[in-house]
């Protein structure tokens, strides 16, 4: 292959030329920033640069040290890129004993003659490699140490990570630089506060959109994009954010009330919010956005609780968890109908004054628009199921009779509604039920209890039967 070849002198002048301007004219003049909620963004950027004809190196270092250079990708009218050299060894304490393998530094170590003391010592280290090594004298030392002095910054490391492109421009002048790349460290998730209405039968809802960023790199006035969905991704280009811990200063850009609505489309199998303005995202913390609003959506709360019954013989007084489960269907019909990002629901109900409290917290994933949302926000306080077993039988090696005795009280003051469902492993029939059951699947029945009464102070409702287990 014939690679052209230029004078070292015309070279020179080439990167010269170009970086006496780089120190004050290169800069971002305006960035799109696509955060995936996979944990990457990716960032489309102009830089301003001024190039001369033929041959040069445009060097950036406001670069995030979360880039994946394998991604970086650079274009301008009337330039070429030939080369793309990305370098950052940061200066961590690995970086630093690497660079003093085969020299000399001070040890601090525990006195063998006092165990509260510490002595100086001269050493060379001979290796880092999982733990440094150090020959001391004629001695090889192989242990615990409190500290490291080193006599200089070894060169080589770099405080910030370095781009340089190799360009070749037909024409010279100042030239905006698409720029574009793939890093890590930023990441988002959508947060929903559903406020539910004093009759419990509609409530409002505000999506945010919570951006984090840990890249320690920041995007002021960026035209900003959401990505939702599962993206695939190759495992061995996926890039961490930087490890130092960063504070979660929460910025928030919300209404007291409603969450500003940002436009959304569908992208491939996944779906694209864009807020409609330029929005600031600070180097390290977490910035929100609002996605959307929606008022008056049809709720419904179910108490239910969920018992694994096997064919064991069980002693004493079994009690049972309450879950409280608020439900609702992202569909037009119920004055909703857009796609959910996964994330986390803050649900809030009203006290009898009308003041909002948490009344509980629950994970979704995506849902689409038809889909069912249900959130799991508790337990429940008055409503509680005990059950103990009336009866064991064993049926030959192979088979067994378990009889029970399930008892709901309902210490509220009003009828409430219960689902208890039974998990029953292994071949089972139901021999004798007192109550109603419905088998919802291969391995359960339930027991759909419509308006419990009051306890105060009686048994409660109480449902028996026995089933047979084979296996």
């Not at 001269?122 to 733990?131: Q, V």
């Amino acid at each position: 292959m014939n690679r052209p070849c230029f004078p070292a002198a015309q070279l020179l002048a080439a990167v010269l030329f170009l970086l006496a301007p780089l120190a004050g004219g290169v800069h971002a003049a305006g960035s799109v920033l696509a955060v995936y909620n996979s944990g990457q963004a990716q960032v489309t950027e102009s830089r301003v640069v001024t190039l001369p004809e033929g041959a040069a190196a445009v060097v950036f270092t406001d670069i995030p040290s979360t880039i994946n250079p394998a991604s970086i990708r650079a274009t301008a009218p009337d330039m070429t890129v030939e080369e793309v050299q990305y370098a950052y060894r940061p200066i961590t304490p690995s970086n630093l004993l690497d660079a003093y393998v085969g020299k000399e530094l001070s040890v601090i170590l525990p006195d063998p003659a006092d165990a509260n003391a510490r002595i100086l010592k001269k050493a060379k280290l001979l290796s880092n490699e999982g733990k440094p090594i150090f020959a001391i004298g004629k001695e090889v030392y192989v242990g615990s140490y409190e500290a490291l002095l080193l006599p200089e910054m070894p060169q080589g490391l770099d405080t910030k990570p370095t781009l340089t492109l190799t360009t070749r421009s037909s024409v010279a002048g100042r030239k905006n630089v698409a720029l574009s790349y793939l890093m890590g460290g930023l990441d988002w998730h959508a947060d929903y506060n559903l406020t539910v209405s004093q009759s419990r039968e509609t409530a409002d809802l505000d999506a945010w959109a919570t951006i984090s960023n840990e890249s320690g790199q920041a995007f002021p006035g960026a035209d900003l994009r959401l990505v939702a969905g599962d993206v695939q991704r190759v495992a061995a280009l996926k890039r961490s954010g930087r490890h130092e811990v960063f504070e979660n200063m929460m910025e928030m850009s919300m209404d007291a009330s409603r969450a500003p609505a940002a436009t959304e489309e569908s992208l491939f199998e996944y779906h694209v919010y864009d807020p409609g303005r330029y929005v600031s995202v600070p180097a390290s913390g977490t910035k929100q956005v609002g996605l959307f609003s929606a008022v008056n959506i049809p709720v419904k709360t179910e108490l239910s609780s969920r018992f694994h019954n096997t064919s064991n013989q069980r002693s004493g007084e079994i009690g049972q968890n309450v879950d409280a489960t608020l439900i609702f269907t992202n569909s037009e019909g119920n004055n909703l109908g857009k796609p959910m990002p996964g994330g986390v629901v803050h649900v809030f109900m009203p006290t009898s004054d009308g003041t909002k409290l948490l009344a509980g917290e629950a994970g979704i994933g995506h849902v689409a628009n038809g889909g069912e949302v249900r959130l799991s926000v508790g337990r429940s306080f008055d409503v509680n199921v005990k059950r103990v077993q009336t009866s064991f039988q064993r049926i030959g090696k192979n088979a067994a009779e378990v009889g029970w005795k399930i008892t709901v009280r309902n210490g509220s003051a009003e009828p409430r509604d219960i689902r208890l469902e039974e998990a029953l492993s292994g071949q089972w029939t139901v021999l004798n039920a007192d109550t109603p059951y419905t088998a919802k699947d291969s391995g359960t029945i339930e027991f759909d209890l419509k308006g419990v009464a009051p306890s105060a102070g009686k048994e409660g409702k109480v449902i028996n039967y026995t089933v047979r287990f084979e296996y």
